[in-house]
C-alpha cells in the first residue's frame, strides 16, 4: 500500500478535518493501491494539514457517484457536476479515520518541494523527522 500527499482547496480540507467530507473525489486516481492521504491545503493556508485513511477508491459514472456518497460529500451538487463535467468516469476517496496535525507542517517535511498539481507518492521511510 502506499501513501499520497493531495492539494486540496481549503474549504474542503477543512471539511474533511471537520469530519463532515468523507468522500475526495478525483478525475484520476493513484495506480498503485492507497492506504493513506496526506492532505496539503492549497493557498491560502499552503501547509500540510492532516492526514485521512482510504478505506476504499470508488470508480463510477459521475451521476452514480454522486448518488452514492452525496449525504457525506462535502460539497454542493452544482460544483461536483461542475467538476467532472464531460468526465465520462468519476473516482472517490473514501476517508476514514482523519488525524489534524497540530502544528501544521511544510511540503518540506515530506521532501516536496512544490505543492502537485494533483498528488504525488510520499515514502514512508523518507519522512523527515
Known amino acids: 500500500m502506499s501513501t499520497i500527499l493531495l492539494s ?3 474549504e474542503y480540507s477543512n471539511r474533511i478535518l471537520e469530519g463532515i467530507k468523507k468522500f475526495e473525489y478525483r ?3 493513484a495506480q498503485e493501491p492507497v492506504d493513506t492521504i496526506i492532505i496539503y491545503s492549497t493557498s491560502p ?3 500540510v494539514v492532516g492526514k485521512a485513511e482510504v478505506l476504499d477508491i470508488l470508480s463510477d459514472s459521475p451521476e ?3 448518488e452514492q456518497t452525496k449525504e457525506n460529500s462535502g460539497i454542493s451538487f452544482k460544483k461536483f457536476i ?4 464531460n468526465e465520462e ?3 472517490a476517496y473514501k476517508l476514514g479515520e482523519i488525524e489534524l496535525f497540530e502544528p501544521y ?3 518540506s517535511d515530506y521532501n516536496v518541494r512544490m505543492a502537485p498539481q494533483s498528488f504525488v507518492y510520499i515514502d514512508r521511510e523518507s519522512r523527515a523527522q
Not at 461542475?82 to 463535467?85: A, C, I, L, M, R
Open 64 to 66: 452514480s457517484l454522486w
Open 82 to 85: 461542475e467538476y467532472f463535467k
Open 45 to 47: 493556508e499552503m501547509k
Open 89 to 91: 468516469k468519476a473516482y
Open 27 to 29: 478525475k484520476r486516481i
Open 105 to 107: 507542517q511544510d511540503l
Open 8 to 10: 486540496i482547496k481549503p
